[in-house]
């Protein structure tokens, strides 16, 4: 089958297509003719070998984790899916090895959950990992109706899903993103702020007496201003910085396959009550550069690959 792969860690040049042997399901795994994978900020934090410490990686590396496709063999003791089912699934496997961007890939029963006929394959695979970690990072803060919440990198893949399900909780939800976004963010239901110099004034200038909840989709310095935007008793949680736990005695979130959870986001998505926002799509011979215009920081919702 063709596939992307790396076989070493480094920055997107180590990235080729190639042929390798096709993949076989487990026990507890189908096999799936992939349609759409799409790319996340973990797939080259990962290839540049920043999660050593974290996940074993066995190279060559097939990367990606959402894949969206067709069952096409079961294994010895599957009976949530049969051959034929179209299927989404975060296919986070123990082993960094097996990923999505390629013809076939073996996918955990306990990851995946059927793909709803309301929703496309490319929105489908542009879903799972970024609309999953949302999900599980609004319930892990304590997200609800009436609170104040503060949205970093808003208009992203995570975030761009996290303020529409913040919305729907009847919070209301500000979020940090660059200018040329806020009109997006807007239709998400949230009130945008510029990130960088200025932000701790224009989102105090919305909230005077500070935020019920921050979540922080980005990383970086972002947590430098929670001791200035967080009101008292409030909660933040980060899904890129462990200091919202250890320093400011939050949450610090690592996202789990969940095909129940995933079911819900389909759902919603497949009935427009989410929108699943596609920066490009593209095929396999481009997810090379895809993965570059992912890495320059400035990428609106999802870039997916379909095959």
Same mark, same amino acid.
């Given at each position: 089958?063709? =596939?992307?792969?790396?076989?070493?860690?480094? &920055?997107?040049?180590?990235?080729?297509?190639?042929?390798?042997?096709?993949?076989?399901?487990?026990?507890?795994? %189908?096999?799936? @003719? %992939?349609?759409?994978?799409?790319?996340?900020?973990?797939?080259?934090?990962? @290839?540049?070998?920043?999660?050593?410490?974290?996940? &074993?990686?066995?190279?060559?590396?097939?990367?990606?984790?959402?894949?969206?496709?067709?069952?096409?063999?079961?294994?010895?003791?599957?009976?949530?899916?049969?051959?034929?089912?179209?299927? !989404?699934?975060?296919?986070?496997?123990?082993?960094?090895?097996?990923?999505?961007?390629?013809?076939?890939?073996?996918?955990? *029963?306990?990851?995946?959950?059927?793909?709803? =006929?309301?929703?496309?394959?490319?929105?489908?695979?542009?879903?799972? !990992?970024?609309?999953?970690?949302?999900?599980?990072?609004?319930?892990?803060?304590?997200?609800?109706?009436?609170?104040?919440?503060?949205?970093?990198?808003?208009?992203?893949?995570?975030?761009?899903?996290?303020?529409?399900? =913040?919305?729907?909780?009847?919070?209301?939800? %500000?979020?940090?993103?660059?200018? /040329?976004?806020?009109?997006?963010?807007?239709?998400?239901?949230?009130?945008?702020?510029?990130?960088?110099?200025?932000?701790?004034?224009?989102?105090?200038?919305?909230?005077?007496?500070?935020?019920?909840?921050?979540? &922080?989709?980005?990383?970086?310095?972002? !947590?430098?201003?929670?001791?200035?935007? !967080? @009101?008292?008793?409030? *909660?933040?949680?980060?899904?890129?910085?462990?200091?919202?736990?250890?320093?400011?005695?939050?949450?610090?979130?690592?996202? /789990?396959?969940?095909?129940?959870?995933?079911?819900?986001?389909?759902?919603?998505?497949?009935?427009?009550?989410?929108?699943?926002?596609?920066?490009?799509?593209?095929?396999? &011979?481009? =997810?090379? @550069?895809?993965?570059?215009?992912?890495?320059?920081?400035?990428?609106?919702?999802?870039?997916?690959?379909?095959?």
């Amino acid at each position: 089958m063709k =596939a992307l792969t790396y076989d070493h860690f480094g &920055d997107a040049d180590v990235l080729t297509i190639k042929e390798v042997a096709d993949p076989h399901p487990g026990s507890d795994s %189908v096999l799936v @003719r %992939v349609h759409a994978a799409s790319l996340n900020p973990v797939d080259y934090k990962v @290839r540049q070998g920043y999660l050593k410490g974290l996940i &074993d990686t066995v190279f060559p590396v097939i990367p990606g984790w959402d894949v969206a496709g067709t069952v096409v063999k079961t294994g010895l003791d599957t009976p949530e899916f049969e051959v034929g089912d179209e299927i !989404l699934a975060y296919a986070r496997k123990d082993v960094i090895h097996g990923g999505t961007l390629a013809e076939l890939v073996e996918v955990p *029963v306990r990851t995946a959950t059927r793909k709803p =006929a309301g929703l496309s394959f490319e929105e489908a695979a542009a879903l799972p !990992l970024a609309g999953l970690t949302a999900l599980q990072t609004l319930r892990r803060a304590g997200v609800s109706a009436g609170a104040t919440v503060l949205i970093h990198a808003a208009a992203g893949g995570v975030g761009s899903f996290a303020t529409q399900l =913040a919305a729907a909780t009847g919070a209301r939800v %500000v979020g940090t993103a660059s200018p /040329r976004n806020h009109d997006f963010v807007r239709s998400l239901g949230g009130e945008p702020v510029p990130y960088g110099e200025g932000l701790v004034d224009a989102a105090r200038a919305l909230a005077p007496g500070g935020f019920d909840v921050i979540l &922080d989709f980005v990383g970086g310095s972002t !947590l430098e201003t929670v001791p200035q935007l !967080l @009101r008292a008793g409030g *909660v933040v949680a980060s899904v890129a910085d462990r200091k919202a736990r250890d320093v400011y005695g939050g949450q610090y979130v690592w996202v /789990r396959p969940n095909p129940s959870d995933l079911a819900e986001l389909a759902e919603l998505a497949a009935s427009g009550r989410l929108k699943v926002e596609l920066a490009g799509v593209v095929d396999l &011979d481009d =997810a090379a @550069r895809a993965y570059r215009e992912l890495e320059g920081g400035h990428v609106r919702g999802k870039l997916v690959v379909r095959l």
